[in-house]
C-alpha cells in the first residue's frame, strides 16, 4: 500500500484514531489514579465530546479507505467515510455522552466505583466497534468490528455482579451472540467461496455476472442476516433481548437499546444498498439485483418484529423487560423505512432514530431514577407516583407517549414518515398492520400511566426529587421531543443531507 494512500486512509479515520487514544488514555489515568477515581467520568466523557468534534468534521468528507494497490481493485476499500456514516456516528457519540451522565447518577454503577475504569474502557471498546461497524464495506472487517462490539457488551451486561441475573444475562449474552456469530462467519466464508472477493463493492459487480449460484447465494446472505438480525434485535434473533435487557444494568440497557441497534441499522442498510443494488433512480426508487427477495424476507421480518415485540410486551410487570419488548418492536417499525427500497424510506429511517434516541433513552432515565429510590423495577412499585414525583411522572408520560407515536410529540413525526413511505410505495397493507401495531402498543404504555395517575399513593409510595443534574438530564431529553413534534424541519435537513451511501 502507499504512503499517500495510508496517509489518506488514516485522515478518514481519525474520530477512530481519537477514540483509541482516548481509551489509552482512560486506562493510564485508571492505573495512576486507582485510589481516586473521581475523574474518570470527566476524562471518559470528555474524550467522546472530542471525538464527536471530529466526526462533525467529517460531515462533508468522503472517501474509500484503505484501498488495495492492484490495479482491479484500486477504486474500493475496506471502509467508506460518507454522510450517511456520519449521521449514524453522531447518533451513537449523542447516546454514549448521555449514558456517561446516566452513569454518574446510576445507584448500580456507584457500588462499582472501583471498577469504573474498566467500565468506561469497556464502553469505549463498545463505541470504537460501532464506529468501523458503521463505515466498514470489507466483510471481514464487519465481522471483527462486530465482534468487538459484542465483546466488550457481553462483559458489561454482568459487569455490576449485584445479583444473579446479571450474570444470567452475560452468559445469555454470549451463548446466543457466539452462535449467531458463527452462523454469519459461515455464511461470510460461503460468499468468499463462490465471488472469490469479501469486498462488497466487489461482489456486487460479481453477483450481476451469469455465471453465479443464486441458491447458494441466497443461503449465505440468509446466515449473514442472521448475524445483523441478532444485533438489531428482530425477530426470530431477538429471544437473548428481554432477559439481557432486564439482567444488565439500566445504563447498559439503554446504550444497548439505542447505540447498538443504530450501528446494527446502519450495518444492515450500508450491506444491502452496496452489494444489491444496481442503481438508484431519478425519483430515489433502488432497483435491486434479481439475485435475492429482500422485499419479501424484510416484510416478514418486519411484521413479525413488531407483533411479537407489542404482543409480548402487553404482559410484562418489569419495566425493563416491557422496554425490552418495545425495543423490538421498534425494529419492526425501523425496517418498515427499508422495505421500500427508497430514499423516502431511509429519510423515514434516519429521522426516527432520532427521535428514538430521545425517547427511549428519557424512559430508561426515568425508570433507573426510580429504580434507584425503590431498588425495584416492577410496575405496581409505580403506584401514585405521579402524584408524589410530578417531573418524574409528567416526563415518563411524554416519553410513553413519544413511543406510542402520538401527537404532539416527536415519535408521531417519526412514524409519520415511515407511513408516508409506505404509502408511497403503494404497501398500504403492511402500513395498516403497522399502524394496528401501534394501537396495540397503547395499552402497555397507556398501563405504566394508568399506576401512576389512576391508583392513589400510599404511605409506601416514595417521593423522587430528581438532583439538578438529574433535571437538566430529563430536561434536555423531554424538551426536544415536544419542539421537534411541532417544528421539525432543522431534523428532516439534517436527515436529508445524510441520505449519501458512498459508491451509489
Not at 73 to 79: D, E, S, V
Not at 95 to 109: A, D, K, P, R, T
Amino acid at each position: 500500500m502507499e504512503l499517500n494512500n495510508l496517509y489518506q486512509s488514516l485522515n478518514l479515520i481519525l474520530p477512530e484514531i481519537v477514540l483509541s487514544i482516548s481509551l489509552v488514555v482512560l486506562v493510564l489515568a485508571d492505573l495512576i489514579f486507582h485510589k481516586d477515581k473521581r475523574l474518570i467520568p470527566y476524562i471518559a466523557g470528555i474524550g467522546i465530546a472530542i471525538t464527536g468534534a471530529f466526526v462533525i468534521n467529517q460531515f462533508n468528507v468522503s472517501g474509500f479507505g484503505f484501498q488495495s494497490s492492484t490495479q482491479t481493485m484500486r477504486n474500493y476499500g475496506l471502509i467508506a467515510v460518507d454522510s450517511f456514516g456520519v449521521f449514524f456516528k453522531l447518533i451513537v457519540i449523542a447516546s454514549s455522552i448521555l449514558i456517561v451522565f446516566f452513569s454518574s447518577s446510576s445507584g448500580e454503577i456507584n457500588k462499582i466505583k472501583g471498577r469504573i475504569g474498566e467500565y468506561y474502557a469497556l464502553i469505549y471498546g463498545m463505541i470504537l466497534g460501532m464506529f468501523f461497524m458503521i463505515i466498514a464495506t470489507d466483510l471481514i472487517l464487519i465481522y471483527l468490528s462486530l465482534e468487538l462490539l459484542s465483546l466488550s457488551s457481553y462483559v458489561l451486561a454482568g459487569f455490576t455482579k449485584l445479583r444473579d441475573r446479571n450474570s444470567e444475562a452475560s452468559l445469555k449474552y454470549l451463548l446466543y451472540g457466539a452462535v449467531s456469530s458463527g452462523i454469519m462467519l459461515f455464511g461470510i466464508s460461503i460468499i468468499y467461496g463462490i465471488t472469490g472477493s469479501t469486498n462488497l463493492y466487489i461482489i456486487n459487480s460479481l453477483i450481476q455476472g451469469p455465471h453465479i449460484n443464486l441458491f447458494t447465494l441466497s443461503f449465505s446472505v440468509i446466515l449473514i442476516l442472521v448475524g445483523i438480525g441478532y444485533k438489531i434485535s428482530s425477530a426470530p434473533f431477538h429471544f437473548w433481548t428481554p432477559d439481557v435487557y432486564e439482567g444488565a444494568p439500566i445504563t447498559i440497557t439503554a446504550f444497548l437499546s439505542v447505540a447498538s441497534k443504530a450501528a446494527g441499522f446502519a450495518l444492515l442498510i450500508r450491506f444491502v444498498k452496496t452489494t444489491f443494488v444496481s442503481y438508484i433512480d431519478a425519483e430515489g426508487v433502488w432497483a435491486l439485483i434479481n439475485v435475492f427477495d429482500w422485499q419479501s424476507i424484510l416484510i416478514a421480518i418486519s411484521i413479525l418484529t413488531m407483533t411479537l415485540g407489542n404482543f409480548s410486551a402487553l404482559w410484562q410487570n418489569n419495566l425493563k423487560r416491557m422496554l425490552a419488548y418495545s425495543s423490538i418492536a421498534h425494529a419492526g417499525y425501523i425496517l418498515l423505512g427499508l422495505v421500500v427500497f427508497t430514499n423516502q424510506g431511509l429519510l423515514a429511517i434516519l429521522i426516527y432514530f432520532v427521535f428514538y434516541l430521545l425517547m427511549n433513552l428519557g424512559a430508561f432515565l426515568v425508570v433507573m431514577l426510580i429504580a434507584n429510590k425503590t431498588n425495584s423495577e416492577e410496575i405496581d412499585d409505580y403506584d401514585g407516583l405521579g402524584y408524589t414525583s410530578p417531573l418524574i411522572g409528567v416526563s415518563f408520560a411524554i416519553f410513553l407517549i413519544s413511543l406510542t407515536g402520538l401527537p404532539p410529540t416527536a415519535g408521531f413525526i417519526g412514524k409519520l414518515y415511515l407511513f408516508i413511505a409506505l404509502v408511497d410505495a403503494k404497501m398500504i397493507v403492511v402500513a395498516v398492520i403497522a399502524l394496528l401495531n401501534s394501537v396495540v402498543s397503547l395499552y402497555y404504555y397507556v398501563r405504566v400511566l394508568k399506576h401512576m395517575y389512576l391508583t392513589k399513593a400510599t404511605d409506601y409510595t416514595p417521593q423522587i426529587i430528581p438532583s439538578f443534574g438529574n433535571k437538566i438530564l430529563l430536561l434536555i431529553l423531554v424538551i426536544p421531543i415536544l419542539v421537534f413534534g411541532i417544528y421539525f424541519e432543522p431534523i428532516i435537513n439534517l436527515a436529508k443531507n445524510s441520505l449519501v451511501i458512498l459508491g451509489l
